[in-house]
DNA sequence: CTGAAAGCGCTTACAG
DNA sequence: CTGAAAGCGCTTACAG
């Protein structure tokens, strides 16, 4: 086992230490540098000294000792989706988190990232979850097959859920996926389109499956017949699309729009399109599903539904601090999502 | 103040508890619960007892009190490049934070992600850095009038950076900048251009700089004559790269190629073009830096420098945990950028 | 106005 | 093979 520290590295200026620099007691100097018990408690010139002391010695509280002692860190964990690897890739997961940031930053709250990924050792990911270090902690889109959650849920530590399975967590906060599907079918129907394919996400991911089965709600709403051959999976990614894609072009009769689970994909089915010289819209009609930024920079600029992630992400974030602060109870949360109509959907 | 737990919340069961429940003292728990000093150590009825009482118990040991004992965390502190509000937005610190990941995983670190901002209160982030919650830190695209870096560098805190400014920083890890630039110059060059424009990056942000300055030293050893119309400066984001080109485009006389020097101004550049109607490359060719990957995904596909992000970020954390672990000193390290050929520059 | 003491939960020499 | 004790750095009643 290595050193502590290394030789010539001095340690940080301790409490003790500007105490006996001022020829107080700890305690003391405890309380003029958290400038508790209003101004009465210490004497000015005492408490001068102190400041003057923990200023020249650089001294910065531990906040390991202050939150052993409080019980609280004021820090949240974050768990990513489990994948195997690349855990922040992806444009939602990106937009997911800095709405998180955009909500801690204003209760004064750090993130702790858990690299370690949900699949692996659950037990390793519990013992960083529940050691003490975090107030709380925000799950964001966990796998249907996910260890972690169910060994979670039976522990008291206060927990969020962004894009989950309701048949599976509490304190879900997410879009309503089935009315925003329904919404972009209905949108594509009134095109007049009747002949419309689905690029479906990975369905361990509960917004794959219930976009899937709002499509097909939909559908079968508007009296439309399925197509199984118009119907493929993807990954949620760029490449996983334009693979799908190219699976639908195989047949000899085409659909006339196809409605992608997420924009990535859509992009993919935009570059299948391309690469096999077929025209958006005219051709087929593609529409998306989230709105990442970019998505107005595809040629054509993909029409698709606005995901509310940053309202989503600081609302379940709040709704995190308020309970772990004040024990206000959470309640799931659903958002709703709008359609953008832009120039990758046309009328048949 | 309030309650340091909630009533009906019972707390999670201590290392005592286990002990007491076991009736052994809490050091002969702790050594079996650590599997320290081999197995000699404690009698195999005792151990077995001591880990069954902790499996019913659920226990977990506290990392706030192993920590403050053993002197680490096993934690690194991430300092975004402050801007004011949506931090982690752009796709470049997303790539960088994912790379950070891939390497803290394989080391069994956790990362803390810092949100105050550098710039408002340098003094709260320093009492977050040094507070001893974390082990290192890695320091993302500081700007230039960072206060934090400053203050940084007189702390003993081991710390790395990643994009940052040799006169400001030490340990610094970055693609480099300048080489790259020439290459992309000199291509372009290549192609038969000689009315070059540049669409320059923030210019409190050291790579922005950097490259500009390469921009100008590339045209002046190939022999090209400056235009100062031709040059403009963008926020690094879409749409002011798309104000930039705009006002290129205003001239009379306009160039036949515009390096840019990141890919979403290159998007922006993309956008200008297409809605005042140009065609790219054939009017204007068009060129990136970063290679993000939506890069592929435009139309026409961006030329651009690969920017090794990930390799970068991995290297700027292990060399971080090298030297916590190991007092392996930390070197400066430069990476090699590559140009990546695709369709939105031409031939002149 | 100030300090001695206990405690947060753990680990690690050191005795026995 | 096992335990009493000190200590990591802090805060907070409780006395004086």
Redesign the interface.
């Known amino acids: 086992m290595?050193e502590?520290?290394?030789p010539n590295?001095?340690s940080?200026a301790t409490l003790k230490e500007v105490a006996n620099a001022v020829g107080v007691s700890i305690c003391t100097a405890s309380v003029v540098l958290n400038n508790s018990h209003s101004g009465s408690r210490v004497s000015e010139s005492t408490r001068a000294a102190v400041i003057e002391a923990a200023r020249t010695l650089?001294y910065?509280?531990?906040?390991?000792?202050?939150?052993?002692h409080?019980?609280?860190?004021h820090?949240l964990g974050v768990v990513p989706a489990a994948t195997d690897?690349?855990?922040?890739?992806g444009p939602h997961l990106?937009?997911v988190?800095?709405g998180i940031?955009?909500e801690?930053?204003v209760h004064?709250?750090?993130?702790?990232?858990?690299?370690?990924?949900d699949q692996s050792k659950p037990s390793d990911l519990?013992?960083?979850l529940?050691?003490?270090?975090m107030d709380g902690v925000i799950v964001v889109a966990p796998r249907s097959n996910s260890r972690l959650i169910p060994l979670l849920r039976n522990?008291?530590l206060p927990m969020v859920v962004i894009d989950g399975d309701p048949d599976q967590c509490d304190n879900i906060f997410e879009i309503d996926n089935e009315a925003s599907v329904l919404n972009a079918i209905r949108y594509i129907h009134s095109l007049g389109h009747t002949k419309i394919g689905h690029i479906a996400g990975p369905q361990d991911l509960y917004a794959a499956r219930i976009r899937k089965d709002a499509f097909f709600r939909g559908m079968s709403m508007l009296g439309i017949p399925l197509r199984t051959e118009w119907l493929q999976v993807g990954l949620f990614d760029?490449v996983s699309g334009e693979e799908a894609m190219n699976r639908i072009l195989k047949n000899d009769d085409l659909p006339t729009a196809v409605f992608c689970a997420n924009d990535e994909m859509a992009?993919g089915a935009?570059?299948a399109m391309?690469s096999k010289g077929l025209r958006v819209p005219e051709d087929i009609s593609i529409m998306g599903f989230d709105d990442v930024?970019?998505a107005s920079?595809?040629?054509p600029p993909l029409t698709t539904i606005k995901h509310p992630v940053d309202e989503i992400a600081r609302a379940a974030t709040a709704a995190l601090i308020n309970y772990i602060?004040?024990?206000t109870p959470i309640t799931s949360r659903t958002f709703l999502g709008s359609l953008v109509e832009r120039s990758s959907t046309g009328n048949l």
């Open positions: 290595r502590k520290r290394r590295e001095k940080r650089g910065r509280a531990n906040q390991l000792a202050r939150s052993l409080a019980g609280h860190t820090v690897t690349n855990i922040l890739l990106q937009h988190l800095n940031v955009n801690t930053e004064g709250y750090d993130l702790s990232l858990i690299t370690r990924c519990l013992d960083a529940l050691g003490g270090r522990e008291k760029v992009f935009l570059n391309h930024p970019v920079l595809t040629s602060e004040d024990g």
